[in-house]
């Protein structure tokens, strides 16, 4: 006994010690095993004594202390489940219509777990809850296409899809599912090596062909009777707008031609008015005018008087003047004369002196009378050439040279001139012509008046 309390004498220092190194293993366990149950899921905790769900709105709360199953008393196992929604999908299920017309499916639902304590009674985890959903619905769907034919599943999947959903309604409850939402009928079409669907397709795209032709045909005919009715009111309206503005303007021009001749009777009484006091005006002008004239010719006609009685006195004094200077003119005249008339003799003799004894001086008397020879015979030629109704243009600004070249054409070398002119303008297609003429009228000029019979 002595000993006993001897050991635990020597044990005695270091409980505490042990004692603190427990709990600090308590809080630290504590701490590992607690589980904060995230807002999206349930855990379903089963103890010794009960079963609790742990999460959102659970009435235990969202923390709890996962203790190992295997330590005693307090030990416990869990069931981890989501309680958002969650998709269930059929893909290419292969089901049969009342008629055991093949066909293939695509089916979603959509569920969530409402009683997490009975599915994690009825599950061990999410993975076999989804398993079995499936042959839940494949079930329903089964069962409820076999009693339709293929042509009323395709035309009303969303009354398909509530029927689905009604079905599994009750089965659901026993796995604490609920559905979210009424199940769809996504798509419906031909299992392999079949082909009923595609022709009810083809059917009713033709039907819908017919059917969008025969409303667009409608709406074409309902859109051009509108049209043509639209057109004929414009018409209508344009006719009658049009009547409108010509009556308006009718009226108007009426007016306007009214006004216009009021204007133009109202401007020719005014313009006689005008014309009466303008005339009145010359009259007035005119008459003053004949007595300006009047006094004027009075006037001129004394200055006249006077000017002739002065001419007159002035003619007289010229005349006597005038006389008077004849008288000593003739004087002078005939003195003149006398002194005329006796010196030519005087000269003659004095001349005749000196021509006898001056060669020089004969050879010019010679030349002077050839000179006045050949002036006397160039005034003979110009009496011909003028009787000979000939007219000679002079254009080289001197008019004895151009005489001279015009009575040149009357020598020899002047007719071989002419000679030679005549050949040259017979070289040429209008000289020929010209001169062709020229001899025909010659030839009919001379030629006797035809016999006409009388003779």
């Not at 190194?21 to 590992?32: G, P």
């Not at 004594?49 to 869990?78: D, E």
């Not at 008629?99 to 599950?123: C, E, K, M």
């Not at 059917?211 to 859109?223: D, F, G, H, K, P």
């Amino acid at each position: 006994m002595s000993e006993l309390f001897g050991a635990f004498a020597d044990f005695a220092p270091s409980l505490p010690l042990i004692i603190g190194v427990v709990l600090v293993a308590l809080i630290v366990i504590s701490i590992l095993l607690r589980v904060v149950v995230p807002t999206n899921m349930v855990h379903t905790v089963q103890s010794r004594r009960r079963t609790t769900s742990y999460g959102a709105g659970q009435k235990a709360g969202n923390v709890y202390y996962n203790w190992p199953s295997w330590v005693p008393m307090i030990g416990v196992s869990r069931i981890i489940l989501p309680v958002n929604n969650f998709e269930l999908s059929l893909s290419g299920y292969e089901a049969y219509d009342k008629d055991r017309v093949p066909f293939r499916l695509d089916l979603t639902a959509f569920f969530r777990i409402a009683d997490t304590n009975v599915a994690a009674a009825r599950i061990a985890n999410m993975k076999e809850l989804i398993s079995q959903l499936h042959f839940i619905v494949q079930g329903a769907a089964r069962k409820i296409l076999a009693t339709h034919d293929i042509h009323q599943i395709m035309v009303d999947r969303a009354t398909f899809g509530a029927q689905f959903t009604q079905e599994v309604a009750t089965e659901l409850a026993n796995w604490g599912v609920e559905p979210v939402k009424n199940m769809e009928l996504m798509d419906v079409r031909d299992a392999e090596g079949s082909r009923v669907i595609a022709d009810i397709m083809a059917m009713k795209a033709s039907n819908i062909q017919m059917t969008s032709r025969i409303e667009v045909a409608n709406n074409m005919r309902a859109a051009q009777t509108a049209e043509i009715a639209a057109r004929q009111e414009v018409e209508v309206r344009e006719q009658e707008a049009q009547q409108v503005v010509g009556q308006r303007t009718a009226e108007k021009d009426k007016q306007v031609g009214i006004a216009t001749e009021k204007a133009a009777q109202e401007v020719q009484t005014e313009a006689a008015v005008t014309r009466e006091r303008e005339m009145q005006v010359v009259r007035v002008s005119t008459m003053r005018q004949a007595e300006i004239t009047k006094d004027q010719q009075v006037v001129a006609a004394s200055q006249d008087k006077e000017t002739t009685v002065l001419r007159a006195d002035g003619d007289l004094q010229a005349t006597k003047l005038s006389a008077e200077g004849i008288r000593v003119e003739g004087n002078a005249k005939a003195d003149a004369e006398k002194a005329l008339q006796l010196a030519p003799v005087a000269a003659q003799i004095e001349l005749a002196k000196e021509i006898g004894s001056n060669e020089g001086y004969q050879a010019y008397l010679v030349s002077l009378r050839g000179v006045e020879a050949y002036v006397q015979v160039g005034v003979e030629q110009a009496k011909a050439i003028a009787q000979a109704d000939v007219k000679v243009i002079a254009n080289t600004g001197d008019t004895v040279q151009g005489v001279h070249d015009a009575m040149a054409l009357i020598s020899p070398r002047g007719g071989t001139a002419i000679g030679g002119m005549l050949e040259a303008l017979k070289n040429t297609p209008e000289g020929a012509a010209l001169l062709e003429r020229i001899l025909r009228r010659e030839a009919a000029a001379s030629s006797p008046p035809a016999n006409d019979g009388n003779v």
